[in-house]
């Protein structure tokens, strides 16, 4: 059951929860927000920058966190960094770029075991490793190992090789190279519609001192959010308070970055792409606009009616399509919250892709004609509910609800969306169906290779 | 009754009359609780024997033998899911909860995650585990589905290389199969060979549940004893697991396998003597193997820098596996140039076998390993899937850390020995001709 997820957005919903993060204004656009339950093993310090997607720049952010990565100025190589990491109790240091909606997020994220995990009387030496790890992470983000006015040339050419290797790889995972081709299909160039990484093409103009200076500019501009986990109160105060938020350039906080923007344009009429790679199971997706947003209204409609569509194994594609007519090992749909899309995918038989494709139609025409039973949409919702309470056990589950919330509006608490989800009627689902059009369907078709096979000695 | 307990965790162990294990793990303040069951029964049971006088197959002297096509456990795994009226997915949604389920080559688990309603998900689980329903139908249906699992597999380099590894290492252990089988030793499969196998392993003697939540473990712990006091059918005998001698060296030093990818990928293999039923033995070499993998080709390691910075890989991936009839080391990359990799790996491997291991790095990768270890206890997946594996060789995840806490650098210098150039086997699994035969093809139709 497990699937891979819409490289954009996808969430059962961007809320905060009765136990949200307690924000507290560092500087203006610089917040920290602490999560004040701590059930957990594991804390952690995350660092993330929010910038919009523009191509001037997407793809050069792209490339930062791989940067940041290879040194900071403390410790200017990968043995000492990875030193340091195993020396603090095998802290792990993840940085990545991701995206929501229209907004590029830039993550440095230290975890590491809380101090009462490793020794109940921890106290100063507790103290001491919370803040050496703060000042750790902080500097991956803003203090990277710099040569002169750029990032080491030696090191910046091998990052940019390094992701051209990795957007190149996306190709060994059909079904993420399938989504990602759908909203390229989707997007027809529209800047915010590009992928996380930005753009192929444009990584051969990038270098190391024009990478430096849009991060430089981005990170002093951007609003960013430090998210803590798992960390005591007054231990996190102290951390913070000896802690020097420095900037890279002078902290030029504009609120632009905070101006939300509308997805690519709908196509007008129905796109169909196939591309053929070499393979043995052929990658179907079908995305279907139905024009509601996180922000909208009517959003907890979409959640249900993608619930009883796709989401679950009561859902209509996984009893119509996988059980019944024996079609795919998988079929299921996911809500694109920011394009306003519900996306089906299903592996499949070459041969047998066309009546997957009309199979999942029919199963949305069917709901268009009210072909929904009260144990489908009871089952639906309940499921819905579940998932939002587990949610409340993850804590990167809650810091990612939080910046879907922050950057794409809607139902703020869980209390409110639970609310919300219960008051949905079968005609609402009924309406979001018959409301929604399939707008792209994008195959990527399994052919045999010319070269395929194996030697052995 | 007992409670185990460590740094702020508790876990009650119970036995059931009818000799199932329990754990119960409470986690104050979760909101999910989960519960799991497992089988000792997986894809290398694919011949066993039992002393039971309803058993069909070929009689060998007081056993009665049987025989079933690759990939029966995995397939059974699906089917278990079949109740007389409908899917158990379906009943486990209509109680808010999620269900799913795993076969790996040694065992079978089944779960659920829920946030109330525990007590009716937990009934539904037994039901499904303990009362199968096949039809000739159901069976067919399945085999297209499973064609699709198998196939999707196929398409995934790194199922690919684990495959091609554990081809090359093995010569006739069945852990050279596939979990999945193949599209056509599915095809043999019946109702009543299903029904033979459930009979077989699916017994309270042959199966652990472990639950978790925010419970008081030991009340917890009671309840579901008496639960399985009552609904669990009688304790059974466990089957006698055939598995056939291993001749300790590989049965091919290589494999390349082609196949439609960005770049090469490596897997370089070293198969081990496995430790046998001493499961406090089996332990202690896994984690000693561990450590030694990492101390050797972690990311504070000089060969990771000098690949790295090279160009030759950005990413080593480490593991031994170990189970008490098999057990292998591994180390996997992507990587533009593979014979060069399978050098510089094994070049690193030689020095560490002339010259030792530093006590500094030791020391060092020991305290990254106990941090690693307790913050695993966050994960109630992975905790459960460990402590149901670890209970059938006899220990639990607290003597886990028990054990890495006192392994001395001695034991890690001993491992060393497994990395020994007579059992090695590595694969390439390298491109085909990229892009000879792709293309894309776009029109736009009118809306529909």
């Not at chain 1, 994220?109 to 790890?133: C, E, N, Q, Y």
């Not at chain 2, 011949?47 to 070929?58: C, T």
């Amino acid at each position: 059951m497990d699937r891979v997820a819409d490289p954009e957005v996808l969430s059962s919903g961007p809320v905060e929860t009765e136990e949200s993060f307690a924000s507290t204004d560092l500087q203006p656009g610089l917040t920290l927000r602490r999560l004040p339950v701590n059930r957990w093993k594991t804390a952690s310090l995350t660092v993330v920058f929010r910038v919009p997607m523009r191509r001037e720049t997407v793809t050069r952010l792209g490339l930062v966190p791989r940067l940041a990565s290879r040194g900071t100025r403390e410790l200017p190589g990968l043995t000492e960094m990875a030193r340091f990491l195993d020396e603090h109790y095998g802290a792990k240091l993840r940085s990545n770029a991701t995206k929501i909606g229209y907004c590029q997020i830039l993550n440095f994220s230290v975890s590491f075991p809380t101090p009462s995990a490793i020794d109940p009387d921890s106290g100063s030496r507790g103290r001491w490793l919370v803040k050496k790890l703060l000042s750790f992470v902080w500097s991956c983000a803003v203090e990277p190992r710099l040569d002169q006015d750029g990032y080491p040339p030696d090191v910046f050419t091998h990052e940019r090789e390094e992701q051209r290797r990795d957007i190149e790889a996306i190709v060994n995972s059909r079904p993420e190279y399938a989504m990602v081709r759908l909203m390229e299909v989707l997007s027809h160039g529209d800047p915010s519609g590009l992928p996380a990484w930005g753009s192929l093409s444009d990584l051969d103009e990038v270098g190391p001192v024009d990478t430096w200076e849009v991060w430089r500019k981005s990170a002093s501009s951007s609003p960013v959010d430090i998210y803590v986990v798992g960390l005591e109160e007054d231990v996190l105060a102290e951390a913070c308070s000896a802690h020097n938020w420095t900037f890279p350039a002078p902290r030029e906080f504009r609120l632009e970055s905070e101006i939300k923007r509308k997805p690519p344009a709908v196509p007008g009429e129905m796109i169909a792409v196939e591309d053929e790679l070499p393979g043995a199971q052929t990658i179907l997706c079908i995305a279907f606009y139905a024009g509601i947003d996180a922000a909208h209204s009517r959003f907890p409609a979409l959640l249900m009616y993608n619930g009883v569509l796709g989401g679950f194994p009561h859902s209509k594609l996984f009893t119509e399509v996988r059980e019944k007519a024996s079609l795919a090992y998988f079929a299921d749909t996911v809500i694109n919250s920011w394009r306003g899309m519900v996306i089906a995918t299903a592996g499949v038989q070459d041969e047998r892709r066309k009546q997957a494709e009309e199979l999942v139609v029919e199963q949305t025409r069917s709901i268009a004609l009210g072909q929904v039973s009260e144990d489908e949409l009871e089952k639906t919702r309940r499921g819905l509910l579940r998932r939002l309470m587990s949610q409340r056990d993850s804590p990167s589950s809650l810091i990612r609800r939080s910046l879907d919330w922050i950057v794409l509006g809607g139902p703020r608490t869980d209390e409110e969306l639970a609310r919300m989800l219960l008051r949905v009627t079968k005609e609402d689902v009924v309406e979001v169906a018959q409301e929604s059009r399939p707008v792209a369907v994008y195959a990527l078709r399994a052919v045999p290779s010319n070269a395929s096979g194996r030697d052995a000695s | 009754m007992t409670v185990l307990r460590r740094f702020g965790e508790e876990i009650a162990f119970a036995h059931a009359e009818n000799g199932m294990a329990v754990f119960v793990m409470a986690k104050p303040g979760y909101r999910k609780k989960f519960a799991q069951v497992t089988v000792a029964y997986g894809a290398n049971d694919v011949a066993f024997s039992l002393p039971d006088p309803e058993f069909s197959g070929n009689s060998v002297g007081h056993m009665r033998r049987v025989e079933t096509p690759p990939g029966i456990a995995h397939f059974l795994e699906h089917k278990m899911f079949d109740r007389p009226r409908g899917s158990a997915f379906e009943d486990f949604s209509g109680l808010g909860a999620s269900a799913n389920a795993f076969t790996g080559n040694d065992v079978t688990s089944y779960v659920f995650w829920t946030v109330d309603e525990f007590g009716k998900c937990l009934e539904l689980l037994l039901d499904l585990v303990w009362k199968p329903h096949f039809t000739e139908e159901s069976v067919r249906k399945e085999q297209g589905i499973i064609e699709q699992e198998i196939v999707m597999y196929e398409d995934e380099p790194y199922s690919r290389l684990a495959r091609a590894l554990l081809e090359s290492l093995y010569r006739v252990h069945p852990v050279r199969i596939d979990v999945t089988g193949t599209k056509e030793s599915i095809r043999k499969i019946t109702p009543e060979l299903l029904y033979t196998c459930h009979a077989a392993f699916y017994r309270p003697c042959n199966m652990v549940m472990f639950a978790a939540g925010d419970f008081k473990a030991q009340d917890e712990a009671l309840r579901l004893v008496e639960i399985l006091d009552s609904t669990a059918p009688d304790k059974g005998s466990r089957p006698v697991r055939e598995r056939p001698e291993e001749p300790p060296e590989p049965r091919q030093s290589s494999i390349t396998v082609k196949m439609h990818v960005s770049r090469p990928f490596v897997s370089i293999g070293w198969k081990d003597r496995p430790a046998g039923d001493d499961g406090k033995k089996l332990l202690r070499r896994e984690i000693a193997t561990d450590l030694l993998l990492n101390i050797l080709f972690g990311k504070s390691s000089p060969v990771f820098a000098k690949l790295y910075e090279g160009g030759l890989a950005d990413d080593l991936g480490v593991s031994y596996e170990a189970w008490p009839d098999y057990a292998f080391a591994a180390v996997t990359a992507e990587t533009v140039e593979p014979e060069k990799l399978l050098e510089e790996v094994l070049k690193e491997v030689d020095v560490a076998r002339r010259s030792g291991i530093p006590a500094s790095d030791f020391e060092r990768a020991k305290n990254a390993a106990w941090g690693r270890y307790v913050t695993l206890f966050d994960d109630l997946d992975l905790i459960a899937e460990s402590q149901c594996q670890l209970y059938f060789i006899g220990e639990d995840v607290f003597s886990y850390g028990d054990v890495l806490r006192n392994i001395t650098l001695q034991e890690v210098e001993e491992r060393l020995s497994v990395l020994d150039p007579r059992f090695l086997a590595h694969v390439f699994l390298i491109p085909d001709t990229l892009s000879s035969n792709s293309y894309t093809r776009e029109d736009r139709r009118p809306r529909r």
